[in-house]
């Protein structure tokens, strides 16, 4: 790649919505091309750039750019101008994200529905099809704008294309356990019905790299926080002294219907990939991993500092637990958000665990309190979040709000766990599910101080509630 390439591809990867990278510097290091697609016909060059960014201190990330190259300007594609340059290879170009071209777009799921291999040698890219759903090919592509640390586009009504941005060698848990979910026959999930992988290292000479995913396209779907915070507003309008459970929007039932889902796709990863015992030892190490992380949150949010002392001693807890624990794959990143509601069932999607650990950590095996702990902090955020809304818009907060708030928060966790152990049969570890709790908002504190503190008292709320 050209100097004059690498200065327009820094910028335009700066200010990507994907990047993960924000505030930081960076260089563009060693990049390697994969064509999809060559020149013919007027038919542009398309390709894949694997783009290594060097931060400073030397830590190198590598980012998946799907570029189409024409040798024209395309208006309609300006919002998605990657920049012009002399290519070395194809000579003048014009480089656009080829997931929001119409014309280009289209070549993954083609290739897809061909099983097909793209490229010769150590560069080949790899389709690899799963399932015998028969795809639609002709389907107009539309690039879904929601995401944030990947891209999606849909193909018509049938399909959705997940481009994992940042890439990582090895397996993409979220291939990994989608593929398991799905021939497993699990009704939790968007079906699986491809993708695609090249091979890492210079020359490709080193393990697997996963490219994107195809899964079924949830057409229906309801994002469940989006559920959530209208049946809180709900309950908000209602105004008075009304309880959740009396308010006309209770979200109480769906929530038990969540927490049997969240049991039956444990069950089926428990199915597909067994599980592991935790001794002594391991829960030492847990408890180790969770107060470093308090003790790093506090160099961030000093605010913590009050309850540390009874955190320490919640997690002090774990590793004191009376018996072995049992440990499996699980979601790693379970929230509401992560939750879709169709006409026939809930639709647990986005497998790729927490985008800030390294890959093989978002491979092992965890307990599923971690993914119920998620959940109860998703019920207790989105009741805080209306409370405030309310409190701004009428520019009034009182008691009763807070009691609104708990109580809707209180009601649908029960309601989750109600249903997660009538599904699983699991009595709830209160030991583990407080400490991974404690843990979630921890991380949440971090987060918010740095990226929404105007947000901020809500983990630090729940975080007083848990150390009292």
């Given at each position: 790649?050209?100097?004059?390439?690498?200065?327009?591809?820094?910028?335009?990867?700066?200010?990507?919505?994907?990047?993960?990278?924000?505030?930081?510097?960076?260089?563009?290091?060693?990049?390697?091309r994969l064509?999809l697609?060559?020149?013919?016909?007027?038919?542009p060059t398309?390709?894949?750039e694997?783009v290594?960014?060097v931060?400073?201190?030397?830590?190198?990330?590598?980012?998946?750019?799907p570029?189409?190259?024409?040798?024209?300007?395309q208006e309609?594609?300006?919002?998605?101008?990657?920049?012009?340059w002399?290519?070395?290879?194809?000579?003048?170009?014009?480089?656009?994200?080829?997931?929001?071209?119409?014309?280009?777009?289209?070549?993954?799921?083609?290739?897809?529905a061909?099983?097909?291999?793209r490229?010769?040698?150590?560069?080949?890219?790899?389709?690899?099809?799963?399932?015998?759903?028969?795809?639609d090919?002709?389907?107009?592509?539309?690039?879904?704008?929601g995401?944030?640390?990947?891209?999606s586009?849909?193909?018509?009504?049938?399909?959705?294309?997940?481009?994992?941005?940042?890439?990582?060698?090895?397996?993409?848990?979220?291939?990994e356990?989608?593929?398991?979910?799905?021939?497993?026959?699990?009704?939790?999930?968007?079906?699986?019905y491809?993708?695609?992988?090249?091979?890492?290292?210079?020359?490709?000479?080193?393990?697997?790299?996963?490219?994107g995913i195809?899964?079924?396209?949830?057409?229906?779907?309801?994002?469940?926080?989006?559920?959530?915070?209208?049946?809180?507003r709900?309950?908000?309008?209602?105004?008075?002294?009304m309880?959740?459970?009396?308010?006309?929007?209770?979200?109480a039932?769906?929530?038990?219907?969540?927490?049997?889902?969240?049991?039956q796709?444990h069950?089926?990863l428990?199915?597909?990939?067994?599980?592991?015992?935790?001794?002594r030892?391991?829960?030492?190490?847990?408890?180790?991993?969770?107060?470093?992380r308090?003790?790093?949150?506090?160099l961030?949010?000093p605010g913590?500092?009050?309850h540390?002392?009874?955190?320490r001693?919640?997690?002090?807890?774990?590793?004191?637990?009376?018996?072995?624990?049992?440990?499996?794959?699980?979601?790693?990143?379970?929230?509401?958000?992560?939750?879709?509601?169709?006409?026939?069932?809930?639709?647990?999607?986005?497998?790729e665990?927490?985008?800030?650990?390294?890959l093989?950590?978002?491979?092992?095996?965890?307990?599923?309190?971690?993914?119920v702990?998620g959940?109860l902090?998703s019920?207790?955020?989105a009741?805080?979040?209306?409370r405030?809304?309310?409190?701004?818009?009428?520019g009034?907060?009182?008691?009763?709000?807070?009691?609104?708030?708990?109580?809707?928060s209180?009601?649908n966790?029960?309601?989750?766990?109600?249903?997660?152990?009538?599904?699983?049969?699991a009595s709830?570890?209160q030991?583990?599910?407080?400490?991974?709790?404690a843990?979630?908002?921890?991380?949440e504190?971090?987060?918010?101080?740095?990226?929404?503190?105007?947000?901020?008292p809500?983990?630090?709320a729940?975080?007083?509630?848990?150390a009292?």
């Open positions: 790649m050209t100097p004059e390439a690498r200065d327009q591809v820094h910028r335009f990867v700066e200010q990507a919505r994907w990047f993960g990278g924000k505030g930081r510097t960076f260089e563009i290091g060693a990049t390697r064509v697609q060559e020149a013919a016909d007027g038919v398309v390709g894949v694997l290594d960014l931060f400073e201190g030397g830590e190198t990330d590598t980012y998946q750019l570029t189409v190259y024409y040798a024209t300007e309609q594609l300006a919002h998605a101008h990657v920049g012009s002399d290519d070395e290879e194809l000579g003048p170009v014009h480089a656009y994200d080829a997931l929001h071209d119409h014309a280009s777009a289209p070549l993954w799921v083609r290739s897809l061909e099983g097909a291999t490229g010769e040698g150590a560069d080949a890219v790899r389709f690899v099809r799963v399932g015998d759903h028969e795809l090919v002709e389907a107009r592509s539309s690039f879904f704008s995401q944030q640390s990947n891209s586009v849909i193909f018509g009504e049938d399909s959705l294309l997940k481009v994992f941005r940042r890439v990582t060698p090895g397996v993409n848990p979220d291939i356990i989608l593929a398991a979910l799905s021939e497993a026959g699990n009704e939790n999930v968007a079906t699986l491809g993708y695609v992988e090249t091979t890492s290292g210079p020359g490709g000479s080193g393990e697997v790299l996963q490219l195809l899964q079924q396209f949830l057409r229906t779907a309801s994002d469940g926080f989006d559920l959530a915070l209208a049946s809180l709900g309950l908000f309008g209602d105004g008075g002294d309880t959740a459970r009396e308010a006309g929007g209770d979200f039932s769906e929530s038990h219907r969540l927490g049997r889902a969240v049991a796709m069950a089926d428990t199915a597909a990939f067994g599980t592991e015992t935790w001794d030892a391991r829960l030492d190490a847990l408890t180790s991993a969770m107060t470093a308090l003790d790093a949150a506090l961030v949010v913590l500092e009050e540390a002392d009874a955190l001693a919640i997690y002090a807890r774990v590793g004191d637990h009376p018996r072995d624990v049992a440990a499996q794959r699980v979601h790693g990143d379970l929230h509401l958000g992560q939750t879709l509601r169709t006409v026939s069932s809930w639709k647990i999607i986005d497998f665990g927490e985008p800030a650990k390294p093989e950590e978002r491979r092992q095996a965890d307990s599923p309190w971690r993914d702990a959940m902090r019920f207790d955020y009741a805080e979040l209306t405030l809304d309310h409190a701004q818009a009428t009034d907060s009182d008691h009763h709000d807070a009691e609104r708030s708990r109580d809707w209180s009601r966790s029960e309601a989750f766990l109600a249903g997660y152990r009538d599904a699983s049969g709830v570890d030991v583990l599910l407080t400490a991974y709790t843990d979630k908002a921890v991380y504190a971090v987060y918010e101080a740095r990226n929404r503190p105007t947000w901020l809500i983990p630090l729940a975080l007083a509630r848990i009292s």
